[in-house]
């Protein structure tokens, strides 16, 4: 079992930057694939990006494919967004996500584990 902590939301200007971070607990966070998810007011969960275990493969939403940025350290038990030129469209609750043996996946349904969010405002 894992338990994450995303931490790094904030208020920035359209064009700027943000980094998130998500905290895991436990020895086996290694064996973890992860992922990014977003979620606004009034609409689905959204796949942002995921990474697998190793961090060999990773996986982008189309809405955020060459401006955002997904990385892991395994020795720090810490999963990475690093996310550039925000647009107002991008404002939402981020949240961390893991689970086992399941490779990047896009869908939500598929992770067991979840963070509690973190707010992200862009503002035009």
């Known amino acids: 079992q894992v338990q994450l902590v995303e931490s790094g939301g904030g208020l920035v200007q359209a064009g700027g930057s943000l980094s998130l971070s998500c905290a895991a607990s436990?020895?086996?966070?290694?064996?973890?694939?992860m992922g990014w998810f977003r979620q606004a007011p009034g609409k689905e969960r959204e796949f942002v990006a995921g990474?697998?275990?190793?961090?060999?493969?990773?996986a982008y939403g189309d809405s955020v494919k060459g401006r955002f940025t997904i990385s892991r350290d395994n020795a720090k038990n810490t999963v990475y967004l690093q996310m550039n030129n925000l647009k107002p469209e991008d404002t939402a609750v981020y949240y961390c996500?893991?689970?086992?043996?399941?490779?990047?996946?896009?869908?939500?349904?598929?992770?067991?584990?979840w963070g509690q969010g973190t707010q992200v405002t862009v503002s035009s």
């Open positions: 996500a893991a689970d086992r043996d399941r490779g990047v996946t896009r869908v939500a349904g598929a992770y067991n584990y």
């Open positions: 436990g020895r086996t966070f290694s064996r973890y694939d």
């Open positions: 990474i697998n275990w190793s961090g060999a493969i990773t």
